[in-house]
């Protein structure tokens, strides 16, 4: 069983940034990926941004350019840094984690951008 906590949502003025933390529960070195997932009010969950367990990255094309995913295998945590945010930014934002065929889901931490 894998536990996903993630940390760093808030309140920011479009054009700010925010970094957002993932802690995992086990070492993140055995995971075949991890990624972070966004759902704004009235909408389904959309994919933002994967990290491979080799670093490959991969992003939706809304936030490519303005967001980075990265990883600290020292400390089980996965970061996602947040510039150039926007109002259509603001949503809930989910970690998650594909490790061994199953895919594990944090409880998300909200993102609001202000304009």
């Known amino acids: 069983q894998v536990q996903l906590v993630e940390s760093g949502g808030g309140l920011v003025q479009a054009g700010g940034s925010l970094r957002l933390s993932c802690a995992a529960s086990g070492s993140i070195r055995s995971f075949n990926a991890m990624g972070w997932y966004r759902q704004a009010p009235g909408k389904q969950r959309e994919w933002v941004a994967t990290i491979s367990n080799g670093g490959s990255t991969n992003y939706a094309d809304s936030v490519k350019g303005r967001f980075t995913i990265s990883r600290d295998n020292a400390k089980n945590t996965v970061y996602l840094q947040m510039n150039s945010l926007k109002p259509e930014d603001t949503a809930a934002y989910y970690c998650?984690?594909?490790?061994?065929?199953?895919?594990?889901w944090g409880q998300g931490t909200q993102v609001t951008v202000s304009s």
């Open positions: 998650t984690a594909a490790v061994g065929g199953y895919q594990y």
